[in-house]
């Protein structure tokens, strides 16, 4: 749920990352932890030297690609380009983990 809010934010805050609604927002959710639990440790795989070149930087490329491969198999969802897939996650990130900390306490 907490994702699913942070989807909205995202949504709110920036033009190139649309939601048709709540209910859309908890789907892309599931789809993410689940895209991230299997696709995101074979891109970090594959690109671990890019990695350490970049002293771990290019994880946020990596996040920005599983956010718009969320946003490819959610209808409803809708991220144009990789700056909107970049700049969503991050807003995503940042916004889930503030929730979080309030929420556990």
Do not use: E, Q
């Amino acid at each position: 749920m907490v994702s699913g809010l942070s989807l909205l934010v995202a949504d709110l805050l920036l033009n190139s990352v649309r939601l048709s609604g709540f209910g859309t927002a908890i789907f892309a959710a599931l789809i993410l932890g689940i895209v991230n639990t299997i696709i995101r440790p074979i891109l970090i795989f594959f690109t671990f030297p890019a990695t350490i070149a970049t002293f771990g930087l290019f994880l946020l490329v990596i996040n920005a690609v599983t956010y718009w491969i969320t946003s490819t198999l959610v209808p409803g969802f809708y991220v144009s380009g990789f700056w909107g897939a970049f700049w969503g996650a991050i807003i995503t990130s940042v916004v889930t983990t503030i929730v979080n900390a309030f929420v556990k306490d």
